[in-house]
C-alpha cells in the first residue's frame, strides 16, 4: 500500500474494519490524508478491484483528547443525516460504514464515498458561487427526512463571546444583549448546521468561474433540526469573514431569491445572524489558521477580528 509508513497509513484494527466493508476482491491501494478538516482525521482511501479499477472512500476518524467525548454523537449525526440524504438529490457522499465507538478501530470512525470537486475560498466568481450555495441550502431544508435529527445545540452564551480588540464597544454590547433574550419560535428544518464555503465543493475552471457548479455538500456530523435562519446566519458569518461584511449582509437575500423562507420579523431574523456572529468571536484564531493553510494568507487572526467586527456592526446598524 503506497503510503502506508507514512502519515496517510491507516491504523492497523481500522485497516481490518475497512477491509471488512470492501469487496471480496477490492484492497486498499493508497492512502492520502487530506487536509483543511478542524475536527477530525481525514484520510482519503483508493480501493482496487482485480480487474484494475479503482474507486476511492473517505475515512473520518476522530482522535484528539478535545473531541473524542463529542466523536459518538458527530459520528451518529453524520450517518443519520447520509442516509437521511440519499436519493433526495442533495450531493452528499453515500455511507459505507460507521463505528462511533470504536468499538473495532482504535478511534471513533466514519466510511463514505468520496465526492469530486475542490473547495473554493478565493473572491473570483464570487456572485455566481453565492447563488449556488443560497440554492442549495434551500435544497437542503426542504428535505424531511423520517427520522428527524437531534434539536439544535447554541452553546454560546453572552458570557463567551469574545470581543475583539478595539471594536466597535456599543455594537458589540448591544449584540451581546441581543442573544440573552430568549430564542425566537421557529419552524423547524433539516439543517446542516455547518453550511459554509469550506464544507461545499466545486467544480470550476479558473478560466470561466461563472460557470461553477456545486458537486458535494460534506462534513454532516452537526447534523440538527432547527430554524433555517440558523444554517442562513452560519453562511452569512463565513462569507463576511471571508470575503468581506456586504457579503454576509447579502447572503440571506439571496436565500430568499432562490426560494427560501426566514422568519418574519426582522428582529428575529437579526436575532440569529448576530447569534452566529457572536459565536464565530470565539473561533477567529482557528478559522484564520485554516483559511491561511487553505490558500489565503491574508486573512490573519487580526484581518478576521476586523472584518467580524465591521460585520457585527453592520448587522446592529440595519434598520429594525
Same mark, same amino acid.
Given at each position: ?14 485497516? *481490518? ?6 469487496? !471480496? ?39 484528539? #483528547?478535545?473531541? =473524542? ?7 451518529? +449525526? ?23 465507538? *470504536? ?30 450555495? *443560497? ?8 428535505? +424531511? ?21 478595539? %471594536?466597535?464597544?456599543?455594537?458589540? $454590547? ?7 433574550? #430568549? ?36 462534513? @454532516? ?16 458569518? !463565513? ?30 431574523? +437579526? ?19 485554516? @483559511? +491561511?493553510? $487553505?490558500?489565503?494568507?491574508? =486573512?490573519?487572526?487580526? %484581518? ?17
Amino acid at each position: 500500500m503506497t503510503n502506508r509508513e507514512g502519515a496517510a497509513a491507516v491504523r492497523p484494527l481500522t485497516l *481490518a474494519w475497512v477491509n471488512r466493508h470492501l469487496g !471480496n476482491d477490492e484492497r486498499v491501494v493508497r492512502t492520502e490524508v487530506l487536509h483543511g478538516g478542524i475536527t477530525a482525521e481525514m484520510r482519503r482511501l483508493t480501493i482496487g478491484a482485480r480487474d484494475g479499477g479503482t474507486r476511492d472512500l473517505v475515512l473520518r476518524s476522530f482522535v484528539a #483528547p478535545f473531541h =473524542l467525548e463529542r466523536a459518538e454523537d458527530w459520528l451518529g +449525526r453524520e450517518a443519520g443525516a447520509l442516509t437521511a440524504l440519499a436519493g433526495t438529490g442533495v450531493p452528499a457522499p453515500a455511507l459505507v460504514a460507521a463505528d462511533p465507538v *470504536a468499538a473495532h478501530c482504535e478511534y471513533p470512525s466514519l466510511l463514505m464515498t468520496h465526492m469530486t470537486g475542490r473547495t473554493v475560498l478565493d473572491d473570483g466568481g464570487l456572485e455566481t458561487r453565492v447563488l449556488l450555495l *443560497a440554492r442549495q441550502l434551500v435544497a437542503i431544508h426542504a428535505v +424531511r427526512p423520517t427520522e428527524r435529527p437531534r434539536e439544535y445545540v447554541a452553546l454560546t452564551t453572552a458570557d463567551t463571546v469574545v470581543t475583539p480588540e478595539g %471594536a466597535h464597544a456599543a455594537a458589540w $454590547a448591544a449584540a451581546i444583549d441581543v442573544i440573552r433574550e #430568549p430564542a425566537p419560535p421557529y419552524e423547524g428544518r433539516f439543517l446542516h448546521r455547518d453550511f459554509q464555503p469550506g464544507n461545499v465543493l466545486f467544480d470550476v475552471v479558473p478560466s470561466r468561474p461563472a460557470g461553477a457548479r456545486i458537486t458535494a455538500v460534506v462534513d @454532516w456530523a452537526a447534523a440538527s433540526w432547527g430554524p433555517a435562519d440558523l444554517d442562513v446566519a452560519h453562511c452569512s458569518t !463565513n462569507l463576511a469573514l471571508l470575503h468581506g461584511p456586504r457579503w454576509g449582509l447579502r447572503f440571506p437575500q439571496a436565500y430568499e431569491e432562490a426560494g427560501g423562507a426566514l422568519a418574519a420579523a426582522v428582529s428575529e431574523r +437579526r436575532y440569529w445572524l448576530v447569534r452566529d456572529a457572536l459565536a464565530c468571536s470565539e473561533e477567529v484564531r482557528t478559522v484564520a489558521r485554516v @483559511w +491561511r493553510e $487553505a490558500g489565503r494568507p491574508e =486573512l490573519t487572526e487580526r %484581518a478576521v477580528e476586523q472584518r467580524l467586527d465591521a460585520y457585527v456592526t453592520a448587522l446592529m446598524d440595519a434598520p429594525g
